[in-house]
């Protein structure tokens, strides 16, 4: 094998797509099931409002790619670029809102203000006590269900390798490749990406790189069925992470909603997330917030997963710092979902021809040091 690709969530399977795609010979191992992981628990939000700046040209890239995924993929994977609107409550957040469209135009980000009255007149029923808005109208959402296993098969019609419900036991570079043994055997190659999510950090510590990375879990809900009225995903501007929820519809009339619940701690062993009920109605009012009538309707699920949560909220993303033919591309910190595809592509760039189009220098895993 060119490349041995460890983890299979929506980074790992599009960078095997990528790879695969560019002619590499590449083997998947993931130690669940494809997509079983950080990626189905996922939001499902692909926007580009409010990503730290040095994201957005990643972010710009990736966006390219959800717009050509039913092509590239053969498959329907329910990206609608149906905008994103970020609702105001106060001055201070419309002050952060003004200076962050500010600083984002020359990364190509334009940002559309809103008044109330455009508010209510585009988006009947959304924050009726909002002041302000923002809108990014090419951004939407897509189905953190079906991406991970759209981008596996297609990898796996170009001649990848998987290996699902495989516990990694070692991995050893020998000087000239990379052995991987685990409880579906050993494989070789010539070079490791990880992409390994929450555990990412315990890949990159066995070649002396330390990161510091929290796994943590998101709160997650849906309702029942309602009449599809809403378009955009929705979410707010506020620095209180109480207020800091978001939504969106679904095409079947389920509100998918999220945030304002602080993040549960998981044990990477076995790396088993669960919603925690108390943190419900705390959530459920920063939601009624952006939109009123969801008061009236029925919660029929909630749901959580296993995030890799970096201490500075940047991805780990790029070669390694001590081994040669080791790449890293996890710690996505709960936004990793609108990146997926462009760091697939990104990724397999770097890793086939020594060089990548997209910068990459903030996300580096030697930035930490090696204090932890």
């Known amino acids: 094998m060119d490349v041995v690709v460890l983890g299979g969530g929506l980074m790992g399977t599009a960078s095997a797509y990528f790879l695969a795609r560019r002619g590499a010979r590449v083997m998947l191992i993931e130690r669940n099931r494809i997509g079983s992981g950080a990626t189905v628990a996922s939001f499902g939000n692909i926007r580009r409002t409010g990503r730290h700046l040095s994201q957005l ?89 079906l991406i991970a296993p759209a981008f596996a098969e297609a990898a796996r019609q170009l001649g990848t390798e998987i290996v699902e419900e495989a516990e990694v036991e070692t991995v050893r570079h020998t000087g000239s490749s990379f052995l991987v043994t685990s409880s579906k055997g050993t494989f070789a190659a010539e070079c490791l990406l990880n992409t390994a999510g929450a555990w990412g950090a315990r890949i990159a510590a066995q070649f002396g790189e330390q990161v510091p ?60 997330a669960a919603a925690d009920p108390m943190r419900l109605p705390t959530q459920l009012r920063a939601v009624v917030r952006l939109l009123p009538a969801i008061a009236r309707a029925t919660v029929i699920r909630t749901w959580s997963g296993c995030e890799g949560y970096v201490r500075d909220m940047l991805p780990v993303m790029g070669r390694s710092a001590t081994t040669p033919g080791l790449f890293h591309a996890f710690g996505f910190s709960g936004h990793g979902f609108q990146l997926g595809p462009g760091v697939g592509d990104a990724m397999a760039e770097l890793i086939l021809t020594d060089r990548c189009e997209t910068p990459l220098d903030d996300f580096r895993v030697d930035r930490f040091g090696r204090a932890v």
């Open 57 to 145: 040209p990643l972010a710009d890239r990736s966006l390219r790619l959800w717009g050509e995924a039913e092509k590239m993929l053969g498959r329907d994977v329910e990206f609608r670029a149906t905008g994103h609107i970020r609702l105001i409550f106060d001055e201070a957040s419309l002050a952060d809102m003004r200076t962050y469209a500010q600083t984002a135009r020359p990364w190509g980000l334009e940002l559309e203000e809103l008044s109330p009255r455009e508010i209510h007149t585009r988006f009947p029923g959304l924050g009726p006590d909002a002041i302000a808005a923002s809108f990014s109208p090419h951004d939407g959402s897509g189905n953190p269900r």
């Open 213 to 272: 990375l929290d796994a943590r879990g998101p709160q997650m809900g849906v309702t029942e069925p309602l009449p599809h009225r809403i378009l955009p995903v929705v979410g707010i501007w506020t620095r209180d992470k109480n207020h800091g929820a978001y939504l969106r519809q679904v095409e079947r009339g389920n509100i998918v909603f999220g945030g304002a619940a602080e993040r549960v701690s998981v044990d990477l062993d076995p790396g088993h």
